[in-house]
Structures are given as structure tokens and as C-alpha cells.
């Protein structure tokens, strides 16, 4: 059983950066594949960025390429989303989510086990 707890979220002005964290409990971190999701208010739930359980391998959604970095540290059991040059589009919930490691980043929601509660992101013009 892994939880996962996010943090980071805020309202901040088109242009701003945000820092997304998400600490995760047990000592199996590590060998998780990690992915942050965003959901808005009548729209379904958008992959944004994933990562690999090594940090090897990312991926981004093309809204966020360039703006978003993922990251993980695997000795604080933190993943991580920086945010930068935010724009009012990126106003959503966003969620980390966690699966047993393949090496592989899954873009979808589905297969993901372990979700946290999110934190808002809110951008104004």
C-alpha cells in the first residue's frame, strides 16, 4: 500500500511558477512509476508528466513540454513538478498517482493504483 500526499498548490498570476510536491509513504518508492494528472472542472482527467521508477525516462503532455519539469528524489520519497511560466489553461487539480514500475510511462489513468487526495492549481490572467 503506497499514500500519497501532494502539496504546493496555490492561486499565482499567468507567468508564475509553482512547485508541485508529493510525499509518498512505505519504503517501496523506488521501484514505482510516477505520473502527476490534472483535472478541470467538466473535463476528464489529462495526463501531464510521468516518470520512470529509475528517473530514467519522462514524459509531458505538449501543453506543458518546456514549461514542466518532473523529478523524483527516491531517498525522500518525493516526486516532484515544477511549473514555470504558468498560464490560465493550467488551472486544474492535480494528482500524483503511482505503479509498480515497468519501465514504462503510462499516459492513462487506468492502470495507475495509487492516487492522492490532489492540490488546486488556480493561474489568473
Known amino acids: 500500500q503506497v499514500q500519497l500526499v501532494e502539496s504546493g498548490g496555490g492561486l499565482v498570476q499567468a507567468g508564475d511558477s509553482l512547485r508541485l510536491s508529493c510525499a509518498a509513504s512505505?519504503?517501496?518508492?523506488?521501484?514505482?512509476?510516477m505520473a502527476w494528472f490534472r483535472q478541470a472542472p467538466g473535463k476528464e482527467r489529462e495526463f501531464v508528466a510521468g516518470i520512470t521508477w529509475s528517473g530514467w525516462t519522462m514524459y509531458y503532455v505538449d501543453s506543458v513540454k518546456g514549461r514542466f519539469t518532473i523529478s523524483r528524489d527516491n531517498a525522500k520519497n518525493t516526486l516532484y513538478l515544477r511549473m514555470n511560466s504558468l498560464k490560465p489553461e493550467d488551472t486544474a487539480h492535480y494528482y500524483c498517482?503511482?505503479?509498480?514500475?515497468?519501465?514504462?510511462?503510462?499516459?492513462?489513468?487506468?492502470?495507475?493504483?495509487?492516487w492522492g487526495q490532489g492540490t488546486q492549481v488556480t493561474v489568473s490572467s
Open positions: 512505505g519504503r517501496t518508492f523506488s521501484t514505482y512509476d
Open positions: 498517482t503511482a505503479r509498480r514500475g515497468t519501465g514504462v510511462v503510462v499516459k492513462i489513468p487506468g492502470p495507475y493504483e495509487y
